[in-house]
């Protein structure tokens, strides 16, 4: 069995309404019933969503404090007042920085840009920035996706005699900034009836205000961070995506063209692309420097510079990439080695962490470990620590870090995540709080991921009419997600390892018409949980794959599950037990032979399981083999009949791996002698006395037939039945001996048994093995297959273990 990382559900619907929606739009009831999962159960709202308009698009003056900030911009652009546009380091920022330069710089204005270094500055309006544009020469500042908490800011701007115009989209404090203007959807009073829009947005429909027009060539940097930023992709947003996401696909901006080519897009550009691809690599230059070069590669106009600038954010974000990886290794180093610890909140520390990627971080920890993380990179000279947090559905980040703020001079955020400043001594202390806090509110099932999915799905169903249906509800986001399905139970045809590090796996899956892939980014490790033959259950997304012109179906896996118990075959490679290394020591239990090496050095370890073949009475043994999940068959067992008893106890087994091979077996004969084959030799020896093996051995060997260590043994058997009698190398022939069963002799039973095992164990081939283990042990997940199950290596071993030549 392989368990599934998340609980999977479908949420019920209005059947009646889906019916009727499907019927009156002329869509996929499948479509229909997603449109109700989003909220839009309205027939002419179902129209705007599935059709958006930019006609659709709101008033910009229902914005408050709008028309104050346009008419002083126009005052300023009539008295030829320089304007300084003062931004954020991260892509709705620097796009919102972008689209103000281009909207202003076309109506003639005298305008500059200011972006805080995140390492020297931080986030948000400071002071000194302001001191420096009243110095030079700067009347009027414009903030664009920042300010609405500048409480102390904007009043010394009103000392400085700057007028200090605010756009924002964050949630505003108490108390509002005292400026000249503060345009946000979210400020209390404020009548603009969609207040999600992204910082972007706001700085959208300001220009659309000093225009007068919808400025569609600017509709590409608006999706960039109206994307990027992960607001809600519906209603004014949806529209803002779906025709900045078009003109993206052809853009007139040279850096973002450059870009787009930097990233390798070959096609129209999509909403993951801007989310893992373009986004990444504008923020990785605030992450780990300064916007600037973001700002100067959307705004230049010069090819060769775009080219250069573009190819600066790609080795930024490479470098960002290699930093993360570095720090997700450490805190997992750090969480491996304190598991209880962070039993229930992960809270990692360390000195040189760059806090620019400390939430890049803590969303890789989330999605390993599902607990709500916390990662602070400390300041040692300082002695402060500053980071980032994330938590799982059930627990309310912000409400707990609220209850912790006595450690915390500075916190912020929502119910999913959080930033923070804090002095290093009290990481301890805001540990110990919030896995209390933790321990009170998470419920066990809210450690386990709850996927949502838009229904199930029969492999046969998934073709290119249904994926191409379900793009016209794209882009999807926050508020539209990505739909997911449920993909009934298919036979894995092939398994296959891909990436620089084999961190990613594809399958093969056979269905009526054809194969079907489906491929799992970073789940590699899964992989080892799965070998062909056996029936897997998937959670993906559906998309059409083209590779060399060629457009096939393919599923992208978010999750995965096989309900049945597998069997992996790894006879006579003992290279695999590698394999064993992911699962949990508690739940493997070794069988080995009594008394061997083997059994000594696993028995070594204290928190591992081991039993032996032999001792099948052992009221301990037998408990532990009930227990296991896995039973790892490290030796073969003496006799087929202590193979079924002992596995007996093993019914309630997931996983069953066969580790043994051939090379236990090389002291025996490779076949038993027959019976003619005795009466041969035995009619060959009889009346001779007394022989010197040393000298007529070669002579027994030439008249029988046989080769000297079947003679050897054969003679062994002659000597526990009393025929024959050795006295150092002469062999005594006894006279008239009593008439005997080669079955008397303990050596010729071993031989026997031992043959039998090797036949039916060893040489098998793999379905045959699974045939013998099944019909001779009822075991408890059998799923309702006898014939679906699974191979590591799928070559036939009829001939040998591995599948060769003997």
Request: proline letters at 4%.
């Amino acid at each position: 069995m392989l368990h599934a990382r998340a609980r999977w559900d479908v949420e019920p619907v209005d059947e009646d309404l889906s019916e009727a929606m499907s019927k009156e739009l002329d869509i996929h009831p499948i479509i229909s019933k997603m449109l109700i999962r989003r909220g839009v159960k309205e027939i002419p709202e179902a129209r705007r969503f599935l059709n958006p308009s930019l006609a659709d698009l709101n008033d910009p003056f229902l914005l408050d404090g709008m028309e104050t900030a346009v008419q002083r911009i126009r005052q300023a652009l009539r008295d030829k007042e320089p304007i300084l546009v003062y931004g954020d380091y991260d892509v709705d920022g620097v796009s919102s920085t972008c689209l103000m330069l281009k909207t202003l710089r076309w109506l003639g204005a005298t305008v500059d840009y200011y972006i805080p270094h995140r390492f020297r500055e931080g986030y948000g309006i400071n002071q000194e920035a302001l001191k420096q544009a009243k110095e030079r020469g700067f009347r009027l500042v414009l903030s664009v996706d920042t300010g609405i908490a500048a409480v102390k800011e904007a009043a010394y701007a009103k000392e400085l005699g700057l007028d200090l115009i605010i756009t924002d989209h964050h949630e505003p404090q108490e108390t509002l900034p005292d400026a000249l203007a503060v345009i946000n959807p979210k400020k209390p009073g404020c009548p603009y009836p969609f207040k999600m829009l992204a910082g972007v947005g706001v700085a959208f429909k300001l220009a659309t205000a000093l225009l007068q027009e919808v400025p569609e060539e600017w509709l590409d940097i608006a999706a960039l961070g109206t994307i990027a930023d992960l607001v809600p992709l519906v209603e004014e947003n949806r529209i803002l995506a779906c025709y900045g996401l078009k003109r993206m696909s052809q853009t007139v901006h040279i850096g973002l063209k450059a870009l787009i080519q930097a990233c390798d897009i070959d096609h129209d550009v999509s909403a993951s692309h801007v989310g893992y691809l373009l986004g990444p690599r504008i923020n990785a230059c605030g992450r780990l420097d300064t916007a600037d070069t973001a700002v100067r590669l959307l705004m230049t106009e010069d090819p060769e510079e775009a080219e250069s600038l573009a190819g600066e954010l790609d080795a930024l974000n490479r470098k960002r990439q290699q930093l993360v990886d570095e720090m997700t290794l450490e805190a997992v180093e750090e969480i491996e080695k304190n598991p209880d610890k962070h039993k229930y909140v992960i809270v990692v520390a360390r000195p040189g962490w760059n806090v620019g990627v400390v939430g890049i971080v803590a969303s890789r920890l989330v999605e390993k470990y599902y607990r709500p993380v916390v990662v602070l990179g400390i300041d040692e000279e300082k002695q402060t620590a500053k980071g980032s947090a994330r938590s799982i559905q059930g627990f309310h980040l912000f409400q707990a870090l609220s209850e912790c703020k006595e450690w915390l001079p500075e916190f912020g955020g929502h119910e999913m995540a959080a930033g923070m400043t804090l002095e290093a001594r009290n990481i301890s202390k805001l540990h110990e709080r919030l896995s209390l806090l933790a321990k009170e509110r998470i419920r066990p099932e809210d450690y386990v991921p709850l996927k949502w999915a838009e229904g199930e799905l029969d492999a046969e169903q998934i073709g290119a009419d249904l994926i191409e249906q379900l793009e016209i509800l794209a882009p999807f986001g926050v508020g539209n997600p990505q739909p997911l399905f449920i993909v009934k139970e298919m036979p894995v045809a092939r398994i296959q390892r891909m990436g620089r590090e084999q961190e990613h796996v594809k399958l093969y899956l056979n269905r009526k018409n054809g194969i079907l892939s489906a491929v799992g980014f970073r789940m590699g490790d899964q992989a080892d949980g799965l070998t062909p033959h056996g029936r897997i259950r998937l959670l993906g997304e559906l998309e059409m794959n083209e590779w060399n012109g060629h457009r096939a179906p393919q599923i992208i896996i978010r999750d995965m599950e096989v309900r049945h118990l597998q069997v992996f075959d790894f006879r006579s490679n003992r290279k695999e037990w590698s394999q064993l290394a992911g699962l949990n020591p508690e739940e493997i239990c070794f069988i080995c032979s009594n008394g061997s090496t083997l059994f000594k050095q696993l028995s070594q370890s204290t928190n591992r399981i081991v039993v032996t073949w032999e001792e099948l009475m052992d009221k301990k043994q037998q408990e532990s083999m009930k227990q296991a999940k896995h039973l790892v068959l490290a030796e073969s067992p003496p006799t087929l009949e202590v193979f079924r008893n002992r596995l007996k106890d093993g019914r309630e087994a997931e996983r069953i791996y066969v580790m043994f091979g051939d090379k236990e077996f090389d002291h025996l004969l490779p076949k038993t002698p027959s019976r003619e084959d005795f009466s041969k030799l035995y009619r060959v020896i009889a009346g001779k006395g007394k022989i010197s093996l040393r000298k007529y051995m070669s002579s027994l060997m030439r008249v029988t037939g046989l080769q000297k260590r079947v003679i050897s043994f054969m003679i062994q058997v002659f000597e526990e039945l009393g025929f024959v009698s050795l006295d150092q190398e002469d062999l005594i022939v006894h006279e008239n001996p009593a008439k005997r069963s080669l079955m008397e002799s303990k050596t010729y039973q071993h031989q026997r048994e031992r043959e039998r095992v090797l036949e039916t164990l060893v040489y098998s081939s793999y379905k045959d093995l699974c045939r013998y283990l099944f019909e001779t042990i009822s075991f408890t997940h059998m799923g309702g297959y006898t014939d679906g199950f699974q191979r590591k290596d799928s070559s036939d071993s009829r001939l040998s273990a591995t599948g060769g030549a003997v």
